[in-house]
């Protein structure tokens, strides 16, 4: 069996007696998935993320055990010979929302979402890439070389039902879900005033296409920040021999997700070729986005770039993560009281599934007298597209429903909502009404 992500990484797996059968193709594809114990904490309605589908559901078919059956049967030939294309598999995975939960919480960290995704791109060479994945995953490419017109588009997409019925109809595009703007102007750089920025040496700021196009003040305000600090604030950009210097640097966690495991791959290239000089100085590289900068982390492996991308995870830091790393290091931010009321936080998935939680805690903890509550919650339910399909839009609400929703309902309406993951941000705000914030935005309401 080709696959289209490198499994290399699982060459040794499978030896002993810990494996509950390794199916007989697939190769170490095939590994990652038998690495399942059948521990069922996949059917946890408890503590933990863990598992968003079977939680809404109750159904045990729509948990990480019940995938891996479903790909040991597919693997073991027992869906015919394009068995990625079987309804069976499609219905098993139909709800899988690529949370990372299962790589944190289950023991045998069965990684679910990098799976899913061998499975989308196997299951397009199959039958195509659908115009929505192809519309999704390329949103990257499509706000930079199309942003006036997407910005208006959508627009006027949000204020017709009309036009969201359409899109509904053409595109499956949830018609009751609003769809997020792009901001007037995209992030335009990093301004540098302060007499002091870079005494603690420099840093890259890694801003990623949701914080670029969408959400620029984010990007501004980690900026402010970290220059109030102390730090001399470069913004990533591409190397010079980039085919398309003009466009921003993109983890290619959109065309992962969607199944577009080359478009990944070309992005993941552009990346590491305009980090090169920095991982040679091992210059730190700061990121906004939870799914964006883990994405770099963790799942830039799985493209088979070379060891530079060990070389480069090294360096990257959330920016709560670097903020408390330099705090240990003597790093005093110079913050104010801010007078608000007790916030609550809602943490993004990948923040849990790589422990950032306890970043953001103490981060947060830097701002004199200021109190909240995380909120203890599975996933939001948005997890990038999974929210906006028309087919998994009741689905997406229902996962919100469970906890996050009610507690930001119940909170009052100044309570200071805090979430870094612009999905999570946008789920917020459709079930409640309520906007939320980035942890760096706060930040820099308490700079003195």
């Not at 890694?206 to 305000?221: G, K, L, M, Q, S």
């Not at 003009?246 to 478009?263: D, F, I, N, Q, S």
């Not at 906004?288 to 770099?296: G, I, Q, T």
């Not at 119940?410 to 009404?433: K, L, M, W």
Request: charged share 25%; aromatic share 8%.
């Amino acid at each position: 069996m080709k696959t289209f992500l490198d499994w290399s990484a699982y060459d040794t797996y499978g030896i002993g007696d810990a494996y509950s059968g390794i199916p007989a193709t697939g190769g170490n594809y095939a590994k990652a998935v038998a690495v399942c114990m059948h521990s069922r904490d996949c059917q946890n309605t408890g503590k933990g993320v863990m598992c968003p589908s079977y939680r809404i559901t109750g159904d045990r078919a729509h948990s990480t055990e019940a995938r891996v059956a479903a790909f040991k049967a597919a693997l073991n030939g027992d869906y015919g010979d394009k068995s990625f294309d079987d309804p069976r598999l499609a219905a098993s995975m139909d709800l899988c929302v690529s949370c990372k939960a299962c790589k944190k919480e289950c023991p045998s960290s069965v990684d679910m979402t990098l799976i899913k995704t061998e499975y989308l791109a196997q299951r397009h060479a199959i039958l195509g890439v659908p115009k929505r994945a192809l519309l999704f995953g390329a949103i990257p490419r499509w706000a930079s070389k199309y942003r006036t017109l997407l910005r208006i588009g959508t627009q006027l997409r949000n204020r017709s039902k009309f036009l969201a019925r359409l899109g509904e109809r053409w595109l499956g595009i949830a018609a009751d879900r609003s769809l997020p703007v792009l901001a007037a102007k995209p992030f335009s750089g990093v301004t540098t005033t302060k007499e002091n920025a870079g005494e603690r040496g420099e840093v890259i700021l890694f801003v990623d296409t949701f914080c670029h196009h969408f959400d620029p003040e984010i990007a501004e305000a980690a900026a402010a920040v970290l220059t109030h600090a102390g730090y001399k604030v470069r913004a990533a950009k591409p190397a010079a021999t980039d085919a398309e210097p003009e466009r921003p640097l993109c983890c290619g966690r959109t065309y992962l997700t969607t199944g577009l495991v080359e478009e990944a791959r070309a992005e993941g290239k552009r990346v590491l070729e305009a980090f090169r000089p920095e991982i040679a100085k091992g210059t730190p590289i700061i990121g906004l986005e939870p799914s964006c900068l883990l994405s770099l982390r963790d799942e830039l492996y799985s493209l088979g770039l070379g060891a530079e991308v060990g070389d480069l995870g090294k360096q990257l830091y959330l920016f709560e993560e670097f903020l408390v790393r330099e705090h240990q290091r003597g790093l005093k931010l110079d913050l104010k009281p801010l007078d608000l009321p007790k916030a609550l936080v809602h943490g993004h998935c990948h923040q849990k599934a790589f422990g950032v939680m306890k970043a953001t805690r103490k981060a947060l903890s830097f701002i004199p007298g200021f109190k909240f509550d995380i909120i203890e919650s599975s996933c939001c339910g948005m997890a990038g597209s999974f929210g906006l399909e028309a087919e998994h839009f009741k689905a997406s609400l229902d996962m919100a429903e469970i906890s996050l929703l009610p507690a930001v309902r119940d909170a009052g309406n100044e309570t200071p909502i805090i979430a870094n993951g612009f999905s999570c941000r946008h789920q917020i705000e459709h079930g409640s009404g309520r906007k939320s914030i980035h942890i760096a935005v706060l930040l820099r309401a308490a700079l003195a």
